[in-house]
T-cell receptor, first 110, second 113 residues
Framework: AAGVIQSPRHLIKEKRETATLKCYPIPRHDTVYWYQQGPGQDPQFLISFYEKMQSDKGSIPDRFSAQQFSDYHSELNMSSLELGDSALYFC?????????FGPGTRLTVL | AQSVTQLGSHVSVSEGALVLLRCNYSSSVPPYLFWYVQYPNQGLQLLLKYTSAATLVKGINGFEAEFKKSETSFHLTKPSAHMSDAAEYFCAVRMTGGFKTIFGAGTRLFVKA
């Protein structure tokens, strides 16, 4: 069965650069979530979208933005990257309340 | 390849009753295993983790889980449910030495008064 796809799987950037992470939800899933997991930390909720509209907002920095497109894929845009942004970024999609996580994108900021 | 299966998308118990949330995994090497709890619109909070030490792992909020290699299971239990335990619970597996974490599909726990 198809799962949540995230790309890239690994990304290395320098401080002050920008990064774009992509998430492709499971087909027919209407909700996408983004989480950030720093080293040794629990995944923190960033933002979610339902039917291409932002539905909830968590601890997402102002330097980050996200959107969900007409094909339901979502992109997390991160600008002015800081060393502290180095983390694993998970995307999850859900339908009827059951959530499925992607494999994550590991972002390293040098 | 690693995978995680959580049996039951929803579990309903009465307050004071035993909580049992099931998780089975597959992994070609001994894994690390985790249970997370998620409240609405929040991140995931680590309840407990198994990292090849004691097979019975005690976590926060009275939860515990037992790693059973022969059954490839890591079920989460709590002797007495509390209303505040109502949340979604995720089992996850990670290969030792790796960073890739695979989450189960989650089990939503309902607690009835």
């Amino acid at each position: 069965a198809a799962g949540v796809i995230q790309s890239p799987r690994h990304l290395i950037k320098e401080k002050r650069e920008t990064a774009t992470l992509k998430c492709y939800p499971i087909p027919r899933h209407d909700t996408v979530y983004w989480y950030q997991q720093g080293p040794g930390q629990d995944p923190q909720f960033l933002i979610s979208f339902y039917e291409k509209m932002q539905s909830d907002k968590g601890s997402i920095p102002d330097r980050f933005s996200a959107q969900q497109f007409s094909d339901y894929h979502s992109e997390l845009n991160m600008s002015s990257l800081e060393l502290g942004d180095s983390a694993l970024y998970f995307c999850a999609s859900s339908s009827r309340g059951r959530k499925f996580f992607g494999p994550g994108t590991r972002l390293t900021v040098l | 390849a690693q995978s995680v299966t959580q049996l039951g998308s929803h579990v309903s118990v009465s307050e004071g009753a035993l909580v049992l949330l099931r998780c089975n995994y597959s992994s070609s090497v001994p894994p690390y295993l985790f249970w997370y709890v998620q409240y609405p619109n929040q991140g995931l909070q680590l309840l407990l983790k198994y990292t090849s030490a004691a097979t019975l792992v005690k976590g926060i909020n009275g939860f515990e889980a037992e790693f059973k290699k022969s059954e490839t299971s890591f079920h989460l239990t709590k002797p007495s449910a509390h209303m505040s335990d109502a949340a979604e619970y995720f089992c996850a597996v990670r290969m030792t030495g790796g960073f890739k974490t695979i989450f189960g599909a989650g089990t939503r726990l309902f607690v009835k008064a």
